[in-house]
């Protein structure tokens, strides 16, 4: 669609990866990188919006046009691997996946959220198109 580019996207993850500290890191890390890429593309929207689901449990992104940071907050990695390969510092806490999309409360943050994405793109100026010199190309 001309003109339109992504506002929320979800990532989905396998509930084995809850308590696994660096798979967390690496679904973290993703969603990171896709606020990224997003934020390059040709978007009018002032936030970009990610929700990383590992199972049932969510966490929820934003990234910020304005200010161009992204929250949560990424936690600095100095020397997070032991000798052991144990991970030492948590770099995507597990707190961060709090929200269980099957419960209430999970359920309301989450529509939240969606009330949010509308009343940010119900805000967005409209933008008047001229096809007409697409469509003799296209007839």
Same mark, same amino acid.
């Given at each position: 669609?001309?003109?339109?580019? @992504? %506002?929320?996207f979800?990532?989905?993850? &396998?509930?084995?990866?809850?308590?696994? &500290?660096?798979? /967390?890191?690496?679904?973290?890390?993703?969603?990171?990188?896709?606020? /990224?890429?997003?934020?390059l593309?040709?978007?009018?929207?002032p936030k970009?919006?990610?929700?990383?689901?590992?199972?049932?449990?969510? @966490?929820?992104?934003?990234?910020?046009?304005?200010?161009?940071? %992204?929250? &949560?907050?990424?936690?600095?990695?100095?020397?997070?691997?032991?000798?052991?390969?144990?991970?030492?510092?948590?770099?995507? &806490?597990?707190?961060?996946?709090?929200?269980?999309?099957m419960?209430?409360?999970?359920? @309301?943050?989450?529509?939240e959220?969606?009330?949010?994405?509308?009343?940010?793109?119900? $805000?967005?100026?409209?933008?008047?198109?001229?096809?007409? $010199?697409? @469509?003799?190309? %296209?007839?």
């Amino acid at each position: 669609m001309l003109g339109q580019s @992504a %506002i929320l996207f979800v990532a989905t993850k &396998p509930a084995k990866f809850f308590n696994m &500290p660096n798979k /967390r890191k690496v679904a973290d890390e993703e969603m990171r990188e896709r606020l /990224r890429q997003l934020s390059l593309c040709s978007t009018r929207a002032p936030k970009l919006f990610g929700v990383c689901a590992i199972g049932r449990n969510v @966490a929820f992104y934003k990234y910020d046009r304005e200010t161009g940071e %992204i929250t &949560p907050p990424k936690i600095p990695q100095p020397d997070s691997v032991d000798i052991d390969g144990e991970v030492t510092v948590d770099a995507a &806490p597990i707190e961060w996946w709090s929200t269980n999309v099957m419960d209430e409360d999970g359920r @309301a943050k989450f529509f939240e959220l969606a009330e949010e994405v509308n009343s940010m793109v119900n $805000e967005l100026p409209t933008i008047e198109l001229d096809v007409s $010199e697409f @469509a003799e190309d %296209i007839l």
